[in-house]
């Protein structure tokens, strides 16, 4: 499913070669100690792994495989026959800084096995990719996109039993934290293709200052076509080359679309897709070059065609998800005279980074004691995580914030080790372990993961209360960054904004000091909620990440002040937005909007461990972004469940009257199905633009109203008039029936969400398959409003692995790279 984007605009020079060049590191992995390698066509230096690296054998590539035409860092390799994870430390980096990390690998018979090995690659603690060598002379290279944490990334390489890990070369390139802000501290992107669109030779630095690599593609049924004029685009946006932007590829009609499949082996996958798109020839004042963008069959650009500007680089992107087979579409308007035109396409996978890294004073001292006493016994990478591949001898132990900390050295094993008592280290038992004990109360400071509220069980300003997960009292555990007071002041300018107010307190929307908008959600003392609320809601956000559901940016536990910081939604609630007669919703974003909600609850109900139900589904927990993207919000009365068949759990009723589920009411069970009645009251208000509650003598609850309306017939009487007629009718009749299975009140004869969300998809098709004529009878201009990317988070699987091209031989690239 295909979430529409952002449009933007590029319009100023990116930053000089070599200030970017100051900012490489280019490693030849297996070259001899201390030597440097001049790469001719980049001019860049590689110099050897061995400050990076103190595991692994260097090898030479068997001279088979090394003709001339291969580039000189790919004919050594570094192998690793010893240790399940061997890891690379880049030192000295900036915190909170954007990088892009590349590996390469060419096999090159290097052990005269004839066997090209599987193995897995992480960033740090976290899963990057599984590479699986296919052939001796075909290279393969991986990229990643990430925010550093700390002071330092580590690359690591996992030994799966499927062959010995190796690796040609490594590079790092610092990015400016502007650039692709899917990629945070949270997440990262690992590159799927970038594609020079009609372009000839592949492009990378000094063409590219980051030294991004562009392939070159174009089909047999496009044509190619190029400009010698230049183009600038900016650093605030993506920065693409002027020699990418330069080229582009149409298609030989303006009735051929310029599509662009591609397949995933995961359903879970989240692709992020960047489109490229400037006017690179003359057109004559008489032609008109108009397109729509769909993604697999979905309009991007619901409310104007594309028309792209001359010579002026604009960019389109977006995210798609919920299948195996993708396609994005360029299809020419009805009152195109020229074809659609493509300069440049970038996808990436979104791939979450879930796991906490071992608290950074930690890992500086045992590192310490690692040089001092020569300890190479398996200790690479993170000594905690991930436990599979924590340091022999090492034990660790989760602090109050979950962050995991050294408690015990077992030094028996190694003679030289326990000979001596390093400094710093507070005893050493009889046995010969040493024991950390690090103060739990200390200041993180720039630790990979913000400090978090110590909550304990006993002692503290707030009582002690329930787990919302329902595992019994216990830690209150929060990943998410920690805000003061007087934090709060700053981002909200003295709370002079507010936006809203609920049962928590009120909300005001403020800016953090990157100047991304947010929300701050502060609970007043008269607050029908409590502290319990306010806890379950932060606890149930830090451990849920899908795209449908509302960001926690951070939380403030100062004195008094409770408040929850999330990611700011600029069109505010549903609710607010089908009352609005001013502009009111189309059927196509009113069944998109649908669409978004129902893939958030699905992910409560079957993505979650333990599941969720949410337990007050309604218009106004469901918030729109600028694109009018909805997620779900307010988890303050989520609930865990046993996702099996037929289970419920007991509980008192909460909920908001007018959505609540009347079997829950009536019984006190709680089930999955009571989140499915209250999401069709809000299908049924989506269709209507009435309220659950109808006043007057013909009103009465909505699921009654549009029932006996229904009775004679007659579904337009139910439509929002304010939707003028513009809507395919067999698409609403199929909602409007959903909704009536959702709100049956035997809770068995309700759909899952997973069938919602099915169902829904159909809708959208239908409404697509007449919404392009009817927009064909309207004349659009094609307004670009700039707006910032939203602080996306997904669910992606860590198994979401992506596979490029094999790069047979790697060739030296042709003259115009040069």
Not at 151 to 169: A, E, H, M, R
Not at 565 to 590: C, F, H, I
Request: charged residues 20%; contains cysteine.
């Amino acid at each position: 499913m295909a979430s529409k984007g952002l449009f933007g605009r590029v319009d100023s020079a990116v930053a000089s070669n070599s200030a970017h060049r100051s900012n490489f590191i280019n490693i030849d992995c297996g070259l001899s100690a201390n030597s440097t390698i001049t790469e001719d066509d980049t001019g860049l230096t590689y110099v050897s792994d061995d400050q990076f690296i103190d595991t692994g054998v260097n090898y030479n590539i068997s001279s088979k495989y090394g003709s001339n035409n291969l580039l000189k860092q790919f004919l050594t390799v570094r192998s690793f026959p010893n240790g399940t994870r061997n890891c690379y430390t880049f030192r000295n980096l900036s915190a909170e800084s954007k990088y892009l990390v590349r590996a390469t690998f060419l096999y090159g018979n290097y052990d005269n096995k004839n066997h090209p090995p599987t193995f897995d690659i992480h960033l740090g603690v976290n899963y990057w990719h599984t590479v699986k060598i296919l052939s001796s002379d075909g290279a393969f290279f991986t990229e990643i996109i990430a925010t550093a944490t700390s002071d330092y990334l580590q690359v690591c390489l996992i030994d799966k039993n499927l062959g010995t890990p190796f690796i040609s070369t490594l590079e790092l390139r610092q990015m400016e934290t502007t650039l692709y802000k899917y990629a945070n501290a949270t997440q990262s992107l690992v590159t799927f293709a970038r594609l020079d669109i009609g372009g000839r030779y592949e492009l990378r630095y000094p063409q590219d200052s980051y030294d991004r690599i562009w392939g070159n593609y174009t089909l047999d049924t496009w044509t190619a076509i190029s400009t010698n004029s230049t183009l600038i685009t900016n650093d605030t946006d993506f920065g693409v080359p002027s020699a990418v932007m330069q080229t582009a590829a149409i298609t030989l009609s303006t009735k051929q679309s310029l599509d662009l499949p591609w397949t995933s082996n995961n359903k879970s996958s989240v692709f992020y897709i960047i489109l490229h798109i400037s006017e690179i020839q003359d057109i004559p004042r008489t032609a008109l070059r108009e397109f729509d963008i769909l993604s697999d069959g979905i309009l991007l650009n619901t409310d104007v065609h594309i028309v792209p500007p001359k010579l002026d680089p604009w960019w389109i992107s977006y995210t798609d998800t919920d299948g195996t087979l993708y396609n994005v579409s360029l299809q020419a308007t009805s009152n195109s005279t020229l074809p659609p035109l493509l300069n440049a396409i970038e996808i990436y996978f979104i791939i979450p980074a879930t796991r906490i890294p071992t608290y950074k004073g930690d890992v500086t001292a045992i590192n310490k004691i690692k040089a001092n006493y020569k300890v190479n016994n398996g200790w690479s990478g993170d000594p905690c995580v991930p436990t599979e591949y924590s340091w022999t001898g090492v034990t660790c132990t989760s602090d109050s914030n979950n962050i995991p900390r050294i408690t015990l050295l077992d030094v028996t094993g190694n003679s030289k080790l326990s000979a001596t008592l390093p400094s710093g280290l507070q005893k050493r038992n009889k046995d010969g372990k040493l024991t950390f004990r690090p103060n739990q109360n200390e200041s993180h400071g720039s630790t990979p993961v913000i400090n978090s509220p110590k909550w304990n069980t006993g002692g503290s300003n707030y009582p002690s209360v329930p787990n919302p997960n329902g595992a019994g009292e216990g830690v209150l555990n929060f990943e998410n960054r920690q805000f003061s007071y007087n934090d709060l002041i700053q981002i909200t300018n003295k709370f002079q904004n507010n936006i809203g107010t609920g049962g928590f307190g009120s909300v005001y929307v403020g800016a953090l000091e990157n100047g991304i908008q947010v929300a701050v959600k502060t609970r007043s003392h008269s607050s029908s909620q409590g502290v319990k609320e306010f806890l379950a809601e932060a606890q149930n956000l830090t451990r849920v990440h899908h795209k449908n559901l509302v960001t926690l940016i951070g939380y403030c536990m100062d004195g008094d002040c409770m408040a929850l910081v999330y990611e700011y939604m600029q069109e505010g609630t549903l609710q607010d937005k089908l009352r609005d007669n001013a502009r009111p919703l189309t059927w196509s974003q009113r069944i998109r909007i649908a669409y978004d909600s129902a893939l958030g609850l699905e992910y409560l109900h079957k993505a979650c461990n333990p599941p969720l139900i949410h337990r007050d589904v309604k218009t106004n927990n469901i918030l729109l972004n600028a694109n009018l993207e909805a997620k779900i919000a307010d988890f303050g009365l989520s609930r865990a469940f046993d996702n099996d068949a037929n289970t419920h759990v007991s509980t008192a009723v909460v909920g908001t009257p007018g959505y609540l589920d009347p079997e829950y009411y009536t019984s006190y069970k709680l089930s999955e199905k009571s989140d499915v009645f209250s999401f069709g009251v809000v299908l049924l208000e989506i269709i209507t633009g009435h309220h659950p509650i109808i006043p007057g003598p013909e009103g009465g609850h909505v699921t009654h109203w549009v029932s006996k309306k229904l009775s004679r017939g007659d579904i337009e009487s139910i439509i929002d008039p304010r939707m003028q007629g513009q809507y395919d009718i067999n698409s609403v009749w199929k909602v409007t029936e959903l909704a009536r299975q959702c709100t049956e009140l035997n809770s068995a004869q309700r759909p899952t969400m997973s069938v919602i969300v099915a169902e829904l998809k159909e809708s959208i098709d239908l409404e697509i398959s007449t919404e392009g004529a009817r927009s064909r009878h309207t004349t659009n201009s094609y307004p670009y409003n700039y707006s910032r990317d939203d602080n996306f988070v997904s669910d992606v699987s860590q198994n979401s692995a992506y596979e490029m091209a094999q790069m047979g031989g790697v060739p030296k690239p042709g003259p115009a790279a040069r």
